[in-house]
C-alpha cells in the first residue's frame, strides 16, 4: 500500500462553531453549537426563551451570517421591535436575513413578500413552508454564503394544527436539509403545552438540547456523549447572561 505522508495544511481545520453571543452559554456548548446541529430550546413562556433565540439570531448577522427566522406565532414586526429594544438594530445587516412569517397572512391574507420577508399562509402548510426555508438557505449559498442559521419560533404553534408523527416527519426532513447546507439551528417549545410522549419523539431529532428552568434560574445544557452542564440564567437589558456553574 503507497504510503502517504501528511502535511500540516493537509489536517482538516478545526470545526468552527456558531456562537450563541452569549458568552457562559457558549462556554457550556464548548465553543458555540457546530455546523449541522439542531438545538431544540426549552423554556416556558416569559422564561427569556425567546430573547435569548433572537440573541443568537443576531450575533450570528454580527459575525456575517446568513440568518433566517421562522415565526410561527408573532407578527415580523413585532420581533424586530422586541430586538429594537435590545439595542439589536437589522438595518445594517439587510440583505443578510430573512424572516419567514406563517403568522402575518392569517390577519392580512393580501400580504406579498419583500427583500426581507417571505411570507406562508399557513403553518400547517408545510410544502410551502420548508420550500421557504430551504430556498431562503440555497439562495445564500449561491451568493457564497456558507455560515447559516435558522431560528424557528416556535414547534409550539405547529402542533396546534398537525399531529406529532406529521410534525416530526416535517423535522426530520427540515433536520437533513439543514445539516446538508451545515447551518445551525434553534427550534423552540414548550414541553408542559403537549403530551410527554410527543415531546420525547421530537427530541430524538435534537443533536443538543438546551433547557431553561426559569423557577430555578438555571439553564441546562445536554449534548450527546458528553456531560450535562448547567449555570446562572437571567435577562438583562443588554440580553441574555449565563454564568456556568464549575466542572467536577
Not at 40 to 60: D, E, H, K, N, W
Request: hydrophobic share 35%.
Amino acid at each position: 500500500m503507497r504510503k502517504i505522508d501528511y502535511k500540516p495544511e493537509d489536517t482538516p481545520a478545526m470545526v468552527h462553531r456558531h456562537r450563541t453571543g452569549i458568552e457562559g452559554l457558549d462556554d457550556l456548548l464548548n465553543g458555540g453549537l457546530k455546523p449541522g446541529n439542531l438545538c431544540v430550546l426549552i423554556g416556558p413562556s416569559m422564561s427569556g426563551r425567546g430573547t435569548l433565540a433572537r440573541q443568537y439570531f443576531y450575533q450570528g448577522l454580527k459575525e456575517d451570517s446568513s440568518c433566517i427566522y421562522v415565526t410561527t406565532k408573532n407578527f415580523t414586526e413585532d420581533i424586530v421591535t422586541l430586538m429594537e429594544e435590545k439595542d439589536w438594530n437589522l438595518e445594517p445587516h439587510t440583505g443578510r436575513y430573512v424572516f419567514i412569517d406563517a403568522y402575518s397572512p392569517q390577519s392580512d391574507p393580501s400580504l406579498k413578500d419583500s427583500v426581507d420577508v417571505k411570507y406562508v399562509a399557513s403553518v400547517a402548510d408545510f410544502a410551502r413552508l420548508t420550500n421557504a426555508i430551504v430556498s431562503s438557505m440555497s439562495e445564500n449559498l449561491a451568493q457564497g454564503e456558507h455560515n447559516q442559521r435558522v431560528v424557528f419560533d416556535s414547534i409550539d404553534t405547529v402542533l396546534m394544527y398537525v399531529s406529532a408523527q406529521g410534525v416530526y416527519r416535517f423535522l426530520s426532513y427540515l433536520r437533513a436539509k439543514i445539516k446538508g447546507f451545515k447551518a445551525s439551528s434553534l427550534f423552540m417549545i414548550e414541553p408542559d403545552l403537549h403530551e410527554d410522549r410527543q415531546v420525547k419523539t421530537l427530541f430524538q431529532l435534537a443533536d443538543v438540547v438546551i433547557e431553561i428552568k426559569s423557577d430555578e434560574g438555571i439553564i441546562e445544557v445536554t449534548q450527546p456523549g458528553l456531560p450535562r452542564r448547567r449555570g446562572a440564567f437571567r435577562v438583562a437589558d443588554s440580553g441574555c447572561t449565563v454564568v456556568p456553574e464549575p466542572l467536577d
